[in-house]
């Protein structure tokens, strides 16, 4: 247990496995951090006091493990908090937990409302069969919504891309109505060239049948309180941290430093020694001062792209190295925007409102054809201490990118304008509101089944050979996994290493086998 331990990444998976190894008693954990906040895609971003989570990250999770995990580390309110109390909004209240509006380190428990803007209506996600659905879609859509749907059933296509998937548990009308055009907008690829296993890992098993029965499950049992059970994608509730997930992943830094884990900020690794088949170092150059320098190592978790991991070893085979030049990533812009209100709420969306008449939503998910934007968050309805001045509306117009693009390459001022535009085009606000704005450039945000993913098992089998070599989260492991996930797989990781184990298949079935599976 006193063996060197290097960790490339502090970001869920990274963090985990650095908690987990310090906890189990192992003193010579390094943790080593490109950038200057911890939780990776999963941290907050602070502008002017208005936090931005990048992306949108409900804790939830089908594993009681990940749950206690994420309650020991930000316990659950004790107290409502401020829009609880301005909204009348009755929700299950901690014994002895922190008072929301006194004390900074508080897990609020949340509403979960996500939903879908096409044709200039609201749209529940995952689409429901509720009666404004129904009326927004007409009665022409829904007639041949229904007849795709029953020939789909009969008439099952062999599974050789996305758009194979959607067709198979939806119908064709369905998924040409609300998956087609979405899906190619976050990939910038049509689903026919994206490979079915995208569904596989995110899809699952959501179905028109699932719906159904969650319909009448509400219809049935809605007095009962059960919000955290069946598909993810179907949850109505959930956590969040006061100031966002970089609230949590901060807190769960400095607990593993308490314990001994060294966390490196600002450094870079350069390249992965290897000697005798196994890792031996890494050489890590200081961003602040621009010097090298070498750690070496026992064992080695990696929560790095692929891509990057790959090409900083020397020794890694001329065909592994092939297939990791060819995997795919999707870039990730997101916008702030800072407004006195919002206009959405006047328009004929049939909607509810939430704190200060603003719309409820988490999530609006942006289906229209005529914008670029994918998806839009009110941070006031994630947490209310997410925005500065709670008279203001704080919301994030996110972008789905490839890094270099026109969008990527916009100048930050025309960028900016140009998302008020688009929002202003869609009826959600009027640009004299904004009252400032930021954009955030994310790389890599999202592994991408495209390009050489087919051929992804070759990196496995040799990276699997690499005794104290771990490949762990997201883009770790090249998956476009939830946060519980990522965590899982850092935790099997460090079975591995605390009992000896050899084999690495249990790290690889997170996320694939049954007692796993998540939809969103």
């Not at 002895?96 to 508080?106: A, I, K, Q, S, V």
């Not at 897990?107 to 129904?134: E, Q």
Request: glycine content about 8%; charged content about 25%.
């Amino acid at each position: 247990m006193k063996k060197k331990i290097l960790i490339i990444g502090g970001g869920p998976a990274g963090l985990t496995a650095a908690l987990e190894l310090a906890r189990a008693g192992w003193s010579n954990v390094t943790v080593v951090e490109r950038e200057k906040q911890l939780g990776g895609i999963s941290r907050t971003l602070d502008y002017r006091g208005n936090h931005i989570d990048i992306g949108g990250h409900r804790f939830f999770s089908k594993s009681d493990k990940v749950m206690q995990w994420w309650k020991d580390i930000i316990p659950l309110q004790g107290a409502p908090s401020c829009d609880d109390l301005l909204l009348n909004r009755a929700v299950p209240l901690t014994p002895n937990g922190p008072d929301p509006e006194t004390e900074d380190r508080t897990m609020l428990v949340r509403s979960r409302l996500s939903r879908i803007l096409f044709l200039r209506r609201f749209f529940n996600y995952p689409v429901s069969l509720s009666a404004d659905t129904l009326m927004n879609l007409g009665p022409v859509r829904v007639l041949k919504m229904g007849i795709s749907y029953l020939w789909s059933l009969i008439h099952k296509r062999r599974e050789n891309n996305l758009e194979d998937f959607f067709i198979n548990r939806f119908g064709s009308e369905l998924y040409k109505t609300f998956f087609r055009d979405y899906t190619a907008k976050v990939w910038g690829v049509p689903c026919n060239q994206i490979g079915a296993d995208w569904g596989a890992q995110r899809v699952k098993g959501l179905s028109v049948t699932k719906v159904i029965a969650h319909a009448l499950g509400k219809l049935v049992f809605w007095k009962k309180r059960n919000k955290q059970s069946g598909e993810t994608s179907l949850i109505e509730e959930f956590w969040y941290p006061k100031y966002g997930p970089g609230q949590l992943w901060e807190a769960v830094g400095a607990e593993a430093e308490k314990l001994g884990v060294r966390i490196l900020r600002k450094q870079d690794v350069t390249a992965v020694e290897m000697e005798n088949g196994v890792v031996s170092a890494l050489r890590i150059r200081d961003l602040a001062n621009g010097e090298e320098y070498r750690e070496s190592a026992d064992f080695v978790i990696s929560t790095t792209s692929v891509q990057e991991l790959v090409s900083k070893i020397a020794d890694a085979p001329v065909e592994v190295r092939h297939v990791a030049e060819r995997l795919v990533y999707r870039d990730f812009m997101t916008v702030g925007l800072l407004l006195n209100k919002l206009i959405l709420k006047s328009r004929n969306m049939n909607t509810s409102v939430g704190t200060d008449g603003v719309v409820p939503d988490n999530w609006i998910y942006v289906q229209e054809n005529d914008v670029k934007v994918g998806r839009l968050q009110i941070f006031n309805n994630w947490s209310p201490y997410l925005v500065a001045d709670r008279s203001k509306v704080w919301i994030g117009m996110e972008y789905f990118v490839n890094e270099g693009d026109e969008l990527w390459n916009m100048d930050d001022a025309a960028f900016c304008r140009f998302a008020a535009g688009e929002m202003e085009k869609l009826g959600v606000i009027d640009s004299s509101d904004v009252v400032d704005s930021v954009v955030f450039r994310i790389q890599k945000a999202y592994p991408a089944y495209l390009g050489s993913y087919r051929e992804f098992e070759r990196i496995r089998e040799w990276s699997d050979g690499i005794t104290n070599l771990y490949l762990v989260g997201r883009n770790g492991m090249h998956r476009y996994n939830n946060m519980d996930h990522s965590m899982l797989s850092a935790m099997e990781a460090v079975k591995n290493i605390t009992t000896g184990a050899v084999s690495k298949h249990n790290i690889w079935e997170v996320n694939t086998e049954k007692e796993y599976h998540e939809s969103k």
